[in-house]
T-cell receptor, first 112, second 116 residues
Framework: SQQGEEDPQALSIQEGENATMNCSYK?????LQWYRQNSGRGLVHLIL?????REKHSGRLRVTLDTSKKSSSLLITASRAADTASYFC????????????FGTGTRLLVSP | DTGVSQNPRHKITKRGQNVTFRCDPI?????LYWYRQTLGQGPEFLTY????????KSRLLSDRFSAERPKGSFSTLEIQRTEQGDSAMYLC??????????????FGPGTRLTVL
């Protein structure tokens, strides 16, 4: 079963704009990760944030985590057409064995 | 290319037939995972191997499904007596497992199964 949901389910923006996606989950976690999926490259790991972290940056990506609300957000700044893809959050409850529980995904369309 | 590879990339079969998929993980990775993804949904965990040992199986993995990793390297996922509900993308991932830290999973391109 899915851990939670992403919001919105679909997002359409213009190049240069920022895109924000939200993820909610149900159980306590060790870490939360964001993945991108497109038909050309499959699932690609973007960023990981641990349960004791509140914010993390990687290039044009900014991830926040609020464990009290069991939610996370992914911000993509200055979006490009190449960012068009589906984005999934995935949670892991353990440190060692990483059984990932994915959300339902946000489909992002960035138009030139 | 040293990434995770999966074969075949596409499989079309008739209901009732058996199918087998193969996953070749990144060579030094000791952990291997299978996930299933249906249209419009995120991947769902099926099973996990540490070396050749299958350590966890999801209840999604019915008796018709079997997975092996005989020598701790490549893995196969077999579905017997396929049903239309088995139609999905089957994803394989691998990681180098250290028990006390997070190990990033690297995903293969998937095998898309269509059961007619």
């Amino acid at each position: 079963s899915q851990q939670g949901e992403e919001d919105p389910q679909a997002l359409s923006i213009q190049e240069g704009e920022n895109a924000t996606m939200n993820c909610s989950y149900k159980t306590s976690i060790n870490n939360l990760q964001w993945y991108r999926q497109n038909s050309g490259r499959g699932l690609v790991h973007l960023i990981l944030i641990r349960s004791n972290e509140r914010e993390k940056h990687s290039g044009r990506l900014r991830v926040t985590l609020d464990t009290s609300k069991k939610s996370s957000s992914l911000l993509i700044t200055a979006s490009r057409a190449a960012d068009t893809a589906s984005y999934f959050c995935a949670t892991a409850v353990n440190t060692g064995f990483q059984k990932l529980v994915f959300g339902t995904g946000t489909r992002l369309l960035v138009s030139p | 290319d040293t990434g995770v590879s999966q074969n075949p990339r596409h499989k079309i079969t008739k209901r009732g037939q058996n199918v087998t998929f193969r996953c070749d993980p990144i060579s030094e990775h000791n952990r291997l995972y299978w996930y299933r993804q249906t249209l419009g949904q995120g991947p769902e965990f099926l099973t996990y191997f540490q070396n050749e040992a299958q350590l966890e199986k999801s209840r999604l993995l019915s008796d018709r499904f079997s997975a092996e990793r005989p020598k701790g390297s490549f893995s196969t996922l077999e579905i017997q007596r396929t049903e239309q509900g088995d139609s999905a993308m089957y994803l394989c991932a691998s990681s180098f497992g250290r028990p006390d830290s997070y190990n990033e999973q690297f995903f293969g391109p998937g095998t898309r199964l269509t059961v007619l």
